[in-house]
């Protein structure tokens, strides 16, 4: 299994964002994904993760009401989609999947994920 994040870039606060993360490789539809995000001298942290199926998500408290997680089976690919962006999102961003038939979101920590793909730069000016 593959995956390849895109759609990072630099913007003012206040401004948008739309992550991607293609999955590629057999069986893909059955796993669950994750984003994770680092920012510099920091540890990576959970932002947001979806069911296999796309109807659960889950995001964190400091995220929630502006991001949102997607997932479109058909094309294999995960969006997180990024609001009202704030200095403090600034991170290299990270997808992760994980082979689960869970209905509901379960996994929330890294070591639960066993595909990661490379990251993208996030960088959002005050």
């Known amino acids: 299994v593959q995956l390849q994040a895109s759609g990072g870039g630099q913007v003012q606060a206040g401004a948008s964002l739309r992550l991607s993360c293609v999955v590629s490789?057999?069986?893909?539809?059955?796993?669950?994904m994750g984003w994770f995000r680092q920012a510099p001298g920091k540890e990576r942290e959970f932002v947001a993760a979806?069911?296999?199926?796309?109807?659960?998500?889950h995001h964190a408290d400091s995220v929630k009401g502006r991001f949102t997680c997607s997932k479109d089976n058909a094309e294999n690919v995960v969006y997180l989609q990024m609001n009202n962006l704030k200095p403090e999102d600034t991170a290299v961003y990270y997808c992760?999947?994980?082979?689960?038939?869970?209905?509901?979101?379960?996994?929330?920590?890294?070591?639960?994920?066993?595909?990661w793909g490379q990251g993208t730069l996030v960088t959002v000016s005050s």
């Open positions: 992760a999947a994980i082979e689960d038939y869970s209905e509901y979101v379960t996994r929330l920590e890294e070591y639960e994920y066993d595909y």
């Open positions: 490789g057999r069986g893909t539809r059955s796993y669950a």
């Open positions: 979806i069911s296999w199926r796309g109807s659960s998500t």
